[in-house]
């Protein structure tokens, strides 16, 4: 019963700024992967940024220096903060965790429903 819910995106000009959260409910025994990914139209699916086992996130080099992830693990939230859009950031943002929903072993990704991001003039 995870649902994962993504928050903050909208229609920004380039070198602007926006902050994306996620929200992370129902039954939660254990998160393993926080992470941020993106879908332009045409385009697979990448990974922007990530945090595994609750270091230091970890970001694709297209966003390096411009996005910065952090996460609240006692709220089970996450989010990500784009400074100096581009254009080429336009895409469909992603949240991501993988845990578990139960006391057992297993793990599994969830998924948000995504949220617009658009960086234009």
């Known amino acids: 019963q995870v649902q994962l819910v993504e928050s903050g995106g909208g229609l920004v000009q380039p070198g602007g700024s926006l902050r994306l959260s996620c929200a992370a409910s129902?039954?939660?025994?254990?998160?393993?992967?926080m992470a941020w990914y993106r879908q332009a139209p045409g385009k697979q699916r990448e990974l922007v940024a990530e945090i595994v086992d609750g270091v230091n996130a970890n970001y694709a080099d297209s966003v390096k220096g411009r996005f910065t992830m952090s996460s609240d693990y006692a709220k089970n939230t996450w989010y990500l903060q784009m400074n100096s859009l581009k254009p080429e950031d336009t895409a469909v943002y992603y949240c991501k965790m993988v845990g578990a929903d139960s006391p057992s072993n297993y793990e599994y990704d969830f998924w948000g429903q995504g949220t617009q991001v658009t960086v234009s003039s």
């Open positions: 129902g039954t939660i025994f254990s998160v393993n992967v």
